[in-house]
């Protein structure tokens, strides 16, 4: 059952130790991270030789051997330097395709690519959205042929995080009729496979975005995910890590939001008074700190069956997600009204979080999806005409 602190000393120090490295290491880079559209290649570096990448996986294939609950303190500090785009960045190579290797990825694989990933030296990305299918992944139309000694990649994928700068990337592709699809492990430096970064996001400008091109790519057996056939069954078990982070994200998000703007209301004057003294503002104020202890309530619950259930536990990791990414988005909205004409210019930093926030309801599995999962999987009594047999769930 959970407790209101599900944190060891363990967890603790490691607390303190990635508190000091946002401190030093990625708060002063904000700016510049922001301005280049991506990160820099060594954050990942520093970060996997701290050990905060491979923080919750187990020590045998190069992580630190700690529960989920690391990964949780990991996404709740990094969320205090207000660049949301860099913590996608992380998330994104440590919870989306690294996982799926762990699971499903022989000895050599684990060995040539999870490893190295986990100490920061290889970037790494998952491609699953198309132009043609992103809720709906059975829309996708990259295909990979079985040439007999390779398999033959032809397609594209787009909104990729860490598109241009991963080392190699985990991509599904359609190998056969109907539900046939497979994953495989692409090397950036395959010939026929190339990136074009999109920059004109609305936030979440220090994650890399990309579009990803496969043209003719020789893809060798050996970097074949799992069972071919089996891909589309592997990703749809794969999507509860990146949800529990982003609702784990998007608490932290609203918690910061709630925090600048109770710092700002009481030294900000209006009529002779702080602001702060206004009932109808600390009304608002009361109401931003109920979200947020919701938020952290139903994002902790999930966090602990998953630790439990495992994929069991997607009904309460969707409403998670889907309730904390809508409500930190309502909470951040709220501090930046309260920082009135400050709140919409960048020196205050809200700003930043509002459009950085506004990925979380669509990335990962959109709200509606959630909704589509958890009246499957919940609302058991409820008939439905359409199965979804595609969707993101
Ligand atoms: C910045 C960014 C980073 C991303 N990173 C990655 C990544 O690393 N890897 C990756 O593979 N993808 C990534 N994505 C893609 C993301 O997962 C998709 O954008 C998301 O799943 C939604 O898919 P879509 O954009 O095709 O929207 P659509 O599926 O076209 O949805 C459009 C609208 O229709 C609604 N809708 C769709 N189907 C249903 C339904 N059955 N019932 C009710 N409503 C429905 C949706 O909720 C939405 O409101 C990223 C996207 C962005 C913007």
Redesign the pocket.
Known sequence: MITTNPFNEEHKLLRQSVRKFVETEITPNVEKWEKDHHCSKDVFRKMGQQGYIGSSFPENVGGSGMDFWAAVVVTEEMAKANIAGLS?SIY?HTH?PLPLIKAIGNDEQKRNYLTPALKGEKIT?????ESN????VFGMLTTAKDMGDYWELNGS?T????GTIADFVVVLARTGEASHFTLFIVDANTPGFSTLAIHN?LG?HS?D?AQLFFENCKISKANVLGKPGHGFYYQMNNFQEERLLAAVSATAMAEWALEKAKQYTKERKAFGKAIVNFQSLRHILAQMAVKVEACRSISYRAVAEFLEKGNKAEGIISMAKAFTTEESQWVINQALQLHGGNGYVEDYGVARAWRDAR?LT????????MY?IISKLVLDDVKHE?K?AG??A
Not at 159 to 162: C, D, H, L, M, S
């Open positions: 996608m994104a989306l990305a998952l491609g699953i959205t299918g992103g809720s709906d994928k909104f990729i995080t860490n996001k979440m994650s975005t990925l669509i990335g990962g599995g959109t709200t509606q999806i589509e359409n979804l969707a993101k």
